[in-house]
């Protein structure tokens, strides 16, 4: 009873935040999937790049004209302006894999496709182009982003490139320069509830730690700063048997949905203390295509009666005291793993930055919904964080401008980054920090 009355005492006094979701881009209505195809979000695509790149390219070689694929003349230098296409060796053909699973040989799948003898393309409305030349390498580009590149036509009909022009990191919102006072936000994902791999007293530790129930005043003191948790993803596990398409009997019902049950009596415990976010993953019950819709709140009868709970998209964008998050369950560079290469993991979220797209491999290896009129996926706007769920491991970068030629005190973040490092152990988030410099 004495220690219930401590804790009746000592009331967690949470810091507060102003939250903004910045979700309407990611959210689809009236899912349309008739007559749709897929070339339209490529041009949308293109055309929204290559206005980008047509101003940028001034700056960068003003001597040279602006000419179209068809346009191109034999040993005319000149720039070239559209989305590239990576021909591979190795990428896996819908009908092979049919023709392999009728057959008693086993279907393996490699980690990599890539293929020394890989080579690009590029092109625009009014043609396609093979590319030469050391500048390119087949082996940093994947199909679907749009680049501008400096270079002439070869006797042999090839296009030789000489340099090459990315769009960069984009334009970042002007931050008050106050001072701040500390506050955290945590990253997790992959918690895969009701796996093998899952322990439920690790989740619990979480739980109570963030919700202040663990430690010392010192310990309790840092978990009132945590303003915000953001879960990234692959939150549960399903068999994948159960979900056939067939009735289910009463006893595979309830292993259906027992880890969602679990699930939610977690986060009703979290939802109680701060506000959170849940993002759809792989492996959720939620649509497979990129962007995903927020997973549907009649799965969490508990957590969703408060209002701190939030069910969000995939991607997932939004802001905390004007400081902008923008984030995937890791979807799009587990596939750029597939079809580039890189030295760290890390370098992916690095080049989907520069070239202004969360996921230029979709539509053609990742899956996505057939957008007419827009591409969601590109990003308009840099943001201050930029995190990936679902990884390997640990790792964080901070990017820097070429132009910008100081840096704000940043101290504040490097504290959330660094709590992020500390449940990095128990669910790996890759994150890359992006800061404004004065």
């Not at 663990?214 to 159960?242: T, Y």
């Not at 587990?334 to 690095?350: Q, R, V």
Request: aromatic content about 8%.
């Amino acid at each position: 009873m004495e220690a219930m009355e401590v804790d009746s005492q000592t009331q967690l006094q949470r810091k507060q935040s102003a939250y903004l979701s910045l979700d309407e881009n990611f959210e689809i209505q009236n899912e349309v999937y008739r007559g749709q195809q897929y070339s339209q979000i490529y041009f949308a695509r293109l055309h929204m790049m290559r206005t980008l790149l047509y101003s940028l390219a001034p700056n960068w070689k003003s001597h040279l004209p602006v000419c179209t694929v068809l346009g191109l003349e034999e040993g005319k230098e000149c720039i070239i302006v559209g989305t590239l296409y990576k021909h591979m060796k190795l990428k896996p053909c819908i009908l092979d894999e049919y023709s392999k699973e009728r057959s008693t040989a086993p279907l393996v799948k490699p980690h990599n496709f890539m293929h020394q003898d890989d080579y690009l393309f590029l092109e625009d409305e009014s043609g396609r182009v093979k590319l030469g030349g050391t500048m390119l390498s087949p082996s940093v580009y994947v199909t679907g982003v749009v680049i501008a590149l400096h270079g002439k036509e070869t006797t042999a009909g090839d296009f030789f490139v000489e340099d090459v022009l990315e769009a960069g990191l984009p334009p970042q919102i002007e931050r008050p320069l106050q001072s701040r006072e500390d506050k955290y936000v945590v990253f997790v994902s992959g918690l895969t509830v009701g796996s093998g791999a899952s322990n439920p007293l690790q989740f619990q530790l979480l739980v109570d730690h963030i919700t202040g129930h663990l430690g010392d005043e010192e310990e309790q003191g840092l978990a009132a700063d945590i303003v915000h948790l953001v879960i990234a993803g692959n939150s549960v596990e399903i068999s994948r048997g159960l979900l056939n398409g067939q009735n289910l009997a009463s006893k595979d019902q309830s292993r259906l949905s027992e880890p969602i049950k679990e699930l939610d009596i977690l986060l009703t415990q979290i939802a109680a203390s701060l506000p959170l976010d849940i993002m759809p993953g792989s492996n959720d019950p939620a649509n497979f295509s990129l962007p995903q819709q927020p997973l549907n709140r009649c799965l969490f009868p508990g957590s969703a009666t408060y209002n701190t709970f939030r069910s969000c998209t995939n991607p997932h964008c939004f802001e905390l005291d004007n400081i902008r998050f923008l984030g995937t369950s890791g979807q799009n560079i587990n596939d750029l793993t597939e079809y580039s290469e890189a030295k760290d993991k890390i370098d992916f979220l690095e080049r989907t930055l520069r070239w202004r797209h969360l996921a230029p491999t979709a539509p053609n290896t990742l899956g996505c919904y057939p957008f007419t009129d827009r591409d969601p996926f590109l990003i308009g706007s840099c943001p201050h964080v930029y995190f990936v769920g679902n990884q390997e491991k640990y790792e964080t970068r901070l990017l820097k401008a070429q132009h910008e030629k100081s840096r704000m005190p940043c101290s504040n973040f490097w504290d959330s980054i660094q709590l992020i490092k500390w449940y990095g152990v128990l669910i790996p988030v890759s994150v890359v920090e992006l800061l404004k410099v004065y």
